[in-house]
């Protein structure tokens, strides 16, 4: 296995073996930690000395199903932290495929140069003038690609905004069917590859050369078990392929948790036109698609494809995250426009969610009124051309809430929460104070916890400690390039077993019961905090905004009240 | 007594006009529990299944109070 560093400097390109510090590490945990160990903490995220890491998990590119995912790492711009954000679609295994473990941005093309990374079939890998492809949203640039190199291509790109290096800024991917629809859209990375000067990473999926297994035979039954364990989970066999993870819609609005309106309730009037369950029919009866495959590897489905009234193609894998922050936020409750929205994000490179609360926080102060779709598609539209406020939307909602000295802003350093408040999903208060990468909806979330009635949502106990082995549990799973949703199925001491075998299988040495998730997450969660220490945070950092300590939120009306000693133990180890 | 019952999630396809979280009245006797409401249902053995009540998760055991709604749906994780 190789890491292929590019450095954008001097255009020099060159491939290392795996070094000895990074061996047996994929996806988040090698990000976060050569991040942490390669990236000055004090540095300009949009300077030279970042780093930007491309990784596919561990197990990426084997046979086991559901680890299309890859972790994109740097400094970000929009914390200040470390980050890894985390994306679907078809180039995790199409790096892993080619035997790359890594691929490291490293350095800065001159101011107005912009270039492309290309890596063929036999994994060689060649930077490729860009300058024709400046300003071009992801769609137009994707569909230039595919063409030049044909449909067994991966491109992970960025757009307008990722070109203008603004915090919000996403690196999309391009799913199943070639839409640039996925997205490592968290913490602003498309500025930090926009920095480098680097448009795309066009990838070819045809790779034969995957990092070896050390005991095919047991790999291969382990992985029997393991797609056992996933076929017999209620929520991947019968929820996610028929509503994806807009079923949640239901459910948080049930329990009061919906933040909606700049999170001032906890309920969307009318949500359920919103809901997974609206948006499954209405694409039945338009002819798109409610069970959709959009990662390779996958075999959930929760993806959708969504069609506007004449079957046209609108968007891809519109997810729960797009549907509140676009939605609930905004007070839109149309899926026409959540979907428009969401397409206008994919396009300019915009995460959605930070994108959804930055645009309600100026609701909020007055800019425009709450359920006014026309003004969100023109303020999200502001963003792509590069207006004055079209820029300070694109710089997330603490930008804006400074831009119209509104206090009230939903973001924990500096990222946009996501779709559970605080108030009355307590443990989610916990994961955002806490989590190393800011406010964020995968690193520990509950609600699973909470459906199942494992846990009260509205008492303080069990809070802390079920974050913990979510954030812990997520932080190697994450590792291992597996997703979120089979990561669930995967919780329970009889899946825990029988993923260790397949771990001894595919490494050649025995996995112990800590060994994973437990000793391995620590392991990444300890150099994320590390680095963001010596960036400059403390555990002031760790706390939620002041509003969800005193504004209580309807319909249960109360407020977060996890105290601050609480907190610091959640990742004290 | 008459309970009303909103179905989301994949259940709302089983019972004719209730897709979109339209109610159904359910007959069940005074004093029953989530469970009888589940039998009364036939989703007494089906896995996952999650009942709000005033926005709060309820056990199988508990009571049900007269007059009241009850959302049904299915577990699910987030992300």
């Known amino acids: 296995m190789k890491i292929v560093r590019v450095d954008l400097s001097t255009k020099k390109i060159r491939v290392e073996a795996v070094p000895e510090r990074y061996r047996e590490l994929g996806g988040r945990g090698l990000t976060s930690l050569m991040v942490n160990e390669e990236v000055p903490p004090g540095c300009d ?101 595919l063409a030049r190199y044909g449909p067994k291509t991966a491109v ?60 095919p035979q047991t790999f291969r039954k382990a992985v029997k078990e393991v797609i056992g364990f996933i076929k017999a989970d209620h929520m991947c066999a019968e929820v996610m392929p028929k509503l994806g993870t807009a079923g949640l819609v239901a459910p948080v609005n049930s329990m009061g948790a919906f933040p909606s309106y700049n999170a001032r309730q906890g309920v969307l009037p009318g949500w359920e036109a919103i809901s997974g369950e609206a948006l499954a029919e209405l694409l039945q009866k338009r002819g798109g698609q409610p069970t959709h495959t959009g990662c390779s590897q996958c075999m959930i489905h929760c993806s ?42 994919d396009d300019i490179g915009l995460d959605t969610m930070n994108t959804g609360v930055a645009v309600a926080v100026a609701l909020d102060s007055g800019y425009r009124s709450f359920g006014d779709a026309r003004a969100v598609l023109e303020m999200v539209e502001e963003i792509g051309r590069g207006t004055e406020l079209g ?53 520990g979330n509950l609600v699973g916890a909470y459906l199942t009635g494992a846990l009260d949502p509205l008492k303080k106990e069990g809070q802390v400690d079920t974050s913990r082995f979510l954030q812990i549990a997520m932080a190697a799973f994450d590792t291992a390039g597996q997703c979120f949703m089979a990561s669930v199925a995967l919780l329970s001491p009889e899946a825990g077993e029988a993923f260790r075998r397949l771990l001894s299988a595919k490494f050649g040495r025995e996995f112990g019961p800590d060994s994973f998730p437990g000793e391995l997450g620590r392991r990444v969660l300890r150099a994320e905090k590390d680095f963001n220490r010596r960036a400059g945070f403390s555990k002031e950092d760790d706390r939620l905004p002041r509003f969800y300590y005193e504004e209580p939120l309807p319909p249960h009306n109360t407020v977060f009240s996890i105290g601050d000693e609480e907190l610091d133990s959640t990742l004290d180890f | 007594m008459t309970v009303k019952v909103r179905f989301f999630g994949t259940l709302g396809g089983r019972y004719p006009g209730c897709r979109k979280g339209q109610s159904l009245p359910v007959e069940v006797p005074s004093g029953a529990t989530v469970q009888d409401l589940l039998a009364a249902l036939k989703l007494e053995h089906e896995p996952g299944i999650v009942a709000l009540v005033d926005g709060r998760v309820v056990g199988r055991s508990d009571p049900l109070p007269e007059e009241v709604q009850v959302t049904l749906l299915q577990a699910m994780a987030g992300g």
């Open chain 1, 45 to 145: 995220a949009l300077g030279r000395e970042n780093l930007l890491v491309f990784a596919p998990g561990f197990l990426s590119g084997t046979s086991l199903p559901n680890t299309g995912r890859l972790s994109v790492g740097a400094k970000s711009p929009l914390t200040g932290g470390i980050k890894e954000s985390n994306a679907g679609g078809t180039a995790a295994t199409a790096i892993a495929r080619l035997g790359i473990t890594a691929i490291v941005l490293e350095g800065q093309a001159p101011e107005g140069e912009l270039s492309f990374l290309r890596i063929d079939r036999n994994g060689e890998a060649s930077l490729e003038p860009g300058g024709e492809l400046a300003g071009e949203r992801n769609y137009a640039l994707v569909e230039k690609m």
């Open chain 1, 156 to 215: 992970l790109s960025i757009g307008p905004a990722g070109e203008s290096r603004l915090p919000s800024a996403s690196i999309q991917s391009s799913d199943v069917d070639g839409h640039p629809c996925r997205a490592a859209g968290r913490g602003g990375l498309g500025a930090v590859m926009g920095a480098k000067g680097l448009k795309a990473l066009v990838v070819d999926q045809r790779g034969g050369s995957p990092d070896p297994v050390a005991d």
């Open chain 1, 304 to 345: 959708n494809v969504f069609v506007d009234e004449q079957g046209r193609y609108v968007t891809g894998s519109l997810e729960y995250e797009t549907i509140w922050s676009m939605g609930g936020m905004t007070g839109v409750r149309d899926l026409d426009t959540i979907a428009r929205l969401d397409r206008l994000c």
């Open chain 1, 391 to 443: 820029r300070i939307l694109g710089s997330g909602p603490v930008a804006v809430g400074r831009h119209f000295g509104n206090p009230r802003v939903p973001a924990v350093k500096g990222q946009g929460v996501a779709a559970y408040d605080p108030r009355a999903m307590l443990g989610h208060g916990v994961t955002f104070a806490t989590s190393p990468m800011g406010a964020d909806h995968t690193a």
